[in-house]
């Protein structure tokens, strides 16, 4: 089955609670389709270009999952009806599996405790360098 990629855009009064319950009804209704949810990431609060539904922000969500390519239009209509999503896209989905922000930033606070071993640098050998180049003289005219 192909892997599809879908951002959805939430109702920004919805409490964090909700936002993960209507992730959690989207990943049902991918399952009730017949196919599985891989990743779901609450991506956040941002502005929107122009309002929907007179909001002028939006939480996006966005999921990646595999199911049979005909329940693509019966997904995309069971979205749409949910009153809590303002929009939503689904696309095929490239490349490898998007990883959670948490665990992206875990390897990175364990690089910064880890202490380097120092860099040890040699002399330069006497004259070489040290002297600084002459200009060349201009000529009186």
Do not use: H, N
Request: net charge negative; charged share 30%; no cysteine.
């Amino acid at each position: 089955m192909p892997q599809y990629e879908m951002v959805y855009i939430v109702r920004p009064d919805l409490e964090p609670g909700a936002v993960q319950a209507v992730a959690d009804r989207v990943g049902q209704r991918v399952a009730e389709q017949g196919g599985s949810t891989e990743f779901a990431e609450v991506l956040g609060k941002r502005r929107l270009v122009y309002p929907l539904r007179k909001f002028r922000e939006g939480i996006y969500v966005l999921t990646r999952f595999t199911v049979e390519s005909a329940r693509i239009p019966e997904l995309k209509r069971v979205t749409r009806i949910m009153d809590e999503v303002m929009r939503a896209l689904i696309v095929v989905a490239e490349g490898p599996m998007p990883v959670p922000k948490g665990a992206a930033e875990r390897p990175a606070a364990e690089a910064a405790r880890e202490v380097p071993e120092p860099v040890t640098t040699e002399p330069a050998p006497e004259g070489a360098g040290s002297e600084p180049e002459s200009e060349p003289e201009s000529e009186p005219e």
